[in-house]
């Protein structure tokens, strides 16, 4: 498995070893003894939650988190592609309000690995996408916060320029520093 780290601390692309031929093609998608070499890289093996989340193009969901459950997430796409984005919400962060972004597609496959404490989201640039995410916490309910979109402080270039939105996605506060629903840096 090939590793690439980004500009935020402990968010990963993973790129498998992916072996194709006239019929297709096969990966291991997940492999815990694989994930637990990795340590040094902190990747977990203890997924607790696996969710699968179909999109039509446009869709933006995002950007979520939550505060006391903080979830490890390793995101894919299996079908279609998505523009993918990981902000560092960490009040104290030295990198705290950078992002970054990565392209995800089923022709092209590979992980992204967000550690807790950061928010994530993604658009669908395709027709439809399918996108699978591993989980290292229970999603909790009454801990589901966010960051809006579109907060003009982070500038994402966003792929769409008029996206399908939930409602509570929409009702989401910029990212302020001050805000009390932050995770802090440690």
Not at 68 to 79: A, I, S, Y
Not at 131 to 159: F, R
Request: proline residues 8%; negative net charge; glycine residues 10%.
């Amino acid at each position: 498995m090939k590793i690439q780290q980004t500009e935020l601390p402990g968010v990963l692309v993973l790129e498998p070893r992916v072996f194709g031929d006239e019929r297709g093609f096969f990966y291991e998608s997940f492999n815990a003894q694989t994930f637990a070499g990795l340590a040094g890289e902190g990747l977990p093996t203890g997924f607790v939650q696996e969710n699968h989340s179909r999109s039509t193009q446009r869709v933006l969901r995002g950007l979520h988190y939550q505060l006391r459950h903080p979830q490890g997430k390793l995101v894919t796409c299996v079908h279609g592609s998505i523009y993918d984005v990981i902000v560092d919400i960490r009040v104290g962060s030295p990198t705290f309000g950078h992002w970054v972004s990565v392209a995800l597609s089923a022709d092209v496959p590979r992980y992204v690995w967000i550690p807790g404490g950061f928010a994530h989201g993604f658009c669908t640039v395709s027709p439809v996408a399918d996108v699978l995410y591993k989980c290292t916490a229970l999603y909790v309910p009454g801990d589901d916060h966010g960051v809006l979109w579109s907060d003009a402080t982070l500038a994402i270039p966003w792929p769409v320029a008029d996206p399908v939105l939930s409602p509570k996605d929409l009702q989401y506060a910029g990212l302020d520093p001050a805000r009390s629903d932050l995770p802090r840096y440690s």
